[in-house]
């Protein structure tokens, strides 16, 4: 019986057995986590999101398309591919960190599918669905944070969910800055390179081509830098090549077609450093000239010039005051970004006052990074997502708010232009977004009620250590160099041959260097400040004067003085001047402009007057026809030794005495004659 007992209780085992083995699949819950067989070196898979559905309604099921790529050696056996909801994270800031992380995550996936085997170097398309029910439950709008992932990889993005209009829309501002790069080719006057980088800098296939290729939409803004419009003038003496000429011109033209006065803002000439400029006098001597000049261009576009965009993005009372300065006759808004705010409770909108009043443009610091980091049309997809996931986040702080928020990638930034426009133009898929428009900012920033304090610097770099601001450039030092330079430029050109074309092209080239676009280059900066500054000064060897000794025994004579011109252009209207240190010498009359060729020598000469003996020096000096000084001094030694009274006195004495001793000879030979003829009286003498 005992066998027969354990027999029975053997087959009613192996019945539970068998019922569980047959029921625990169907209650096994999905799970991403479940590993997918596949091969040792199934990490290197890699994910790549094809498209998304930007924002479904309710009733809809979001769909995520993309490919699995197996870049490893060995074949990946029947891969599977989920989709797993994460928890939103607690800060705005979270987002960004999200996008970045590529590792897989726990949960329950809402969907997941298996591939069939993908061999080495191939690739699988993927489809996987979701119902809109089942993200963000609860929530009228907003972002619901997934990860596209596979075993060992993953690409976490967002899904955007709408169910009721419960807000106010956010609007957008999309600014673009047109500036030109920091390529000091650009302003080399004897670089063999130098049309190419205009060609690349604003030839028919560069960014700024594209970005302008059209006007700009309702929803943007142009940041010009006046630069863009410069076009050397044409000359026989220009060291400007024809092919620049012709691509600047050309592009100019092009911008001011397109430009839409009430949608741009023109930068000071050159986008100079207006942080720079308020920082020290020499700066701002030179700063405020490239204020003017954008305020001209400006005025002539029927554009605003009245916003400044300092690049450290300071906002304090002293700052504001400082940076109004630099603009005689009206105050300025200032164009920074969210961290020199305050931190508060809710992001900032893009137009406010501060405590003192001065009107702010608000940049948007995530949204700006995110339009920075485009570098080609391929990422558009993601980046669209994130855009989903950051308004949505600025949206749940206060959804009863009408609030814009401005994009303004950073000066050194360089977004792809067919993604910066894909990107703008998705921004009519996400329902809680709106298009904002320049005039609109402006006028809310004049008018706001002054709630926000500014930061001081020290708070700014704190806050902004992930990504710290670059150190000026154009520091009271340099600046005043500058200023050195330009004066020592004037002068050269008051002497040379091509003097007013030189001077033109010179003042353009030394104008750039205030930009505030060597910021992210101060090696460039230096090697372009040294050429022009080797360019803009006479060398004392280039222009040289004889000096020595000479001896002027004389009361009047000449002297002679050579100049030497080692430049390789001709000088003109050099004036020389002699000028003896005594009064034993006198210089009768200047000599008049001398002209000297490349390579090439003038002997000077001038008449000179004797007073009295002694060595004198006679200082020489080349100058300009204002007087300012292209040479370095010379000095004659003169000895002189004028032949005076004496000379005559000597002359004449020695005269008397030949007079005396011809007429002593004639009365003693009138003497002999007589005593003569007595004594030889002959006869015939008489006869005769």
Request: hydrophobic letters at 40%.
């Amino acid at each position: 019986m005992a066998a027969a007992r354990r027999r029975r209780l053997s087959a009613v085992t192996a019945s539970v057995l068998l019922a569980l083995l047959v029921l625990l699949p169907v209650a096994a819950p999905p799970s991403a986590a479940d590993p997918a067989p596949v091969t040792a070196d199934a990490g290197t898979a890699e994910l790549t999101i094809t498209s998304i559905s930007t924002v479904v309604d309710e009733d809809e099921k979001a769909t995520v398309r993309g490919t699995l790529t197996n870049p490893g050696t060995s074949t990946l056996t029947r891969p599977k591919v989920a989709l797993v909801p994460q928890d939103a994270g607690p800060r705005r800031s979270d987002i960004a960190s999200w996008t970045r992380e590529s590792t897989p995550v726990p949960g329950t996936a809402l969907d997941r599918t298996t591939l069939d085997d993908v061999p080495a170097g191939e690739s699988a398309p993927f489809s996987l669905q979701v119902a809109a029910a089942d993200l963000i439950p609860g929530e009228s709008a907003g972002a619901a944070w997934v990860s596209i992932q596979t075993t060992g990889t993953a690409v976490h993005t967002f899904i955007g969910v709408h169910r009721r209009k419960e807000y106010v829309p956010l609007r957008l501002l999309w600014g673009i800055p047109l500036l030109l790069p920091a390529d000091r080719r650009l302003f080399e006057r004897n670089g063999s390179e130098r049309d190419t980088a205009w060609e690349a800098a604003v030839g028919d296939d560069s960014r700024l081509a594209a970005l302008t290729a059209t006007p700009p939409a309702e929803d943007e803004a142009w940041l010009v830098d006046p630069s863009l419009l410069d076009v050397p003038k044409e000359s026989p003496d220009s060291a400007i090549g024809t092919a620049e000429r012709t691509v600047r011109s050309a592009r100019a033209s092009a911008l001011r077609e397109q430009v839409v006065g009430r949608q741009t803002l023109v930068l000071p000439d050159a986008d100079a450093d207006v942080a720079a400029g308020a920082g020290s006098a020499h700066a701002r001597r030179l700063v405020r000239g490239r204020v003017k000049e954008g305020a001209a261009a400006a005025e002539e576009l029927g554009a605003r010039s009245d916003v400044l965009w300092p690049a450290d993005g300071l906002a304090t009372r002293e700052r504001a005051s400082a940076l109004d300065a630099l603009r005689p006759g009206g105050s300025s808004t200032l164009l920074v970004p969210d961290s020199s705010l305050t931190p508060g409770s809710f992001t900032p909108t893009g137009a406010t006052r501060t405590a003192s009043g001065t009107p702010l443009v608000v940049r948007d610091g995530p949204l700006s990074t995110l339009v920075a980091g485009l570098e080609s049309a391929d990422e558009v997809i993601l980046a669209r997502q994130q855009l989903v996931a950051e308004t949505a986040s600025v949206l749940r702080e206060r959804a009863g708010t009408a609030r814009t928020l401005v994009v303004v990638p950073d000066r050194s930034a360089t977004p792809d232009p067919q993604a910066w426009e894909r990107l703008r133009s998705s921004t009519g898929a996400i329902p809680w977004l709106a298009e904002g428009d320049l005039a609109t900012v402006l006028d809310d920033a004049a008018e706001a009620a002054p709630e926000r304090t500014p930061r001081t610097r020290a708070q700014i770099q704190a806050a902004t250590k992930g990504d710290p601001v670059a150190p000026a450039v154009l520091t009271s030092q340099r600046a005043e160099k500058l200023i050195h330079d330009t004066e020592a430029m004037f002068t050269f050109a008051s002497v040379r041959a091509d003097g007013p074309t030189w001077r033109r092209e010179m003042t353009l080239s030394i104008r750039q260097l205030t930009s505030t676009r060597w910021r992210s280059d101060l090696p460039a900066y230096s090697i372009l400040d040294k050429q022009l500054t080797n360019e803009v000064t006479l060398a004392k060897d280039d222009l040289q004067v004889s000096s020595g000794d000479v001896n002027f025994f004389a009361d009047t004579g000449r002297l002679q003085i050579t100049i030497v011109n080692r430049t390789d252009v001709k000088l003109s209207n050099l004036v020389v001047r002699l000028v003896p240190d005594s009064p034993s010498l006198r210089i009768d009359g200047d000599p008049g402009p001398v002209t000297i060729g490349p390579d090439g020598r003038h002997t000077v000469t001038v008449n000179a007057t004797a007073l009295a003996a002694g060595q004198v020096p006679v200082n020489v000096s080349v100058t300009t026809p204002d007087g300012e000084q292209v040479a370095a001094p010379a000095t004659l030694h003169v000895k002189v030794r004028p032949t005076g009274d004496w000379i005559y006195r000597i002359i004449g004495g020695a005269a008397l005495l030949l007079l005396a001793a011809g007429t002593w000879r004639t009365v003693r030979g009138g003497r002999r004659a007589p005593e003569a003829t007595s004594t030889t009286d002959h006869p015939e003498d008489h006869e005769a």
